[in-house]
């Protein structure tokens, strides 16, 4: 055996080591991968069903958001009917009765004006 031979022996043992020693990380790198591929499988597993009942749950709310907004403009035309009644209701009884509420004032005016002479020396 040559130097050259000893030297050769020497850097396949050295290279050896250094593949066995990156062999390590690839394979738990490896494992890591497989993990990750079970995790994003697991993920679109779920996540299809999930999609589905999301979808279902916003019909059923587009369904009742419709329920309620016919809900809503019934009250608003109700509102308005309730504002036109309370404006009619004002309009017939509420003139008549600023009326009479005048006519009785100038009748109480006028006979209090009427006090007898010797009570109006009185109450200077």
Do not use: C
């Not at 690839?26 to 494992?31: A, E, F, H, N, V």
């Not at 403009?73 to 209701?89: P, W």
């Amino acid at each position: 055996m040559s130097g050259g031979d000893i030297a050769g022996l020497i850097a396949a043992g050295v290279f050896a080591v250094l593949v066995l020693l990156l062999a390590v990380p690839i394979w738990k790198l490896g494992r890591v991968f497989d993990e990750l591929r079970k995790a994003i499988r697991t993920v679109t597993d779920e996540t299809t069903p999930l999609i589905g009942e999301v979808t279902s749950t916003v019909s059923t709310t587009h369904q009742q958001l419709k329920a309620v907004d016919g809900i809503t403009s019934n009250v608003s035309d109700a509102s308005a009917n309730i504002s036109a009644l309370s404006s009619l209701v004002a309009a017939t009884i509420g003139a008549p009765l600023i009326k009479v509420s005048a006519f009785s004032y100038g009748v109480r005016t006028a006979l209090a004006g009427r006090t007898s002479p010797a009570r109006r020396r009185r109450s200077r």
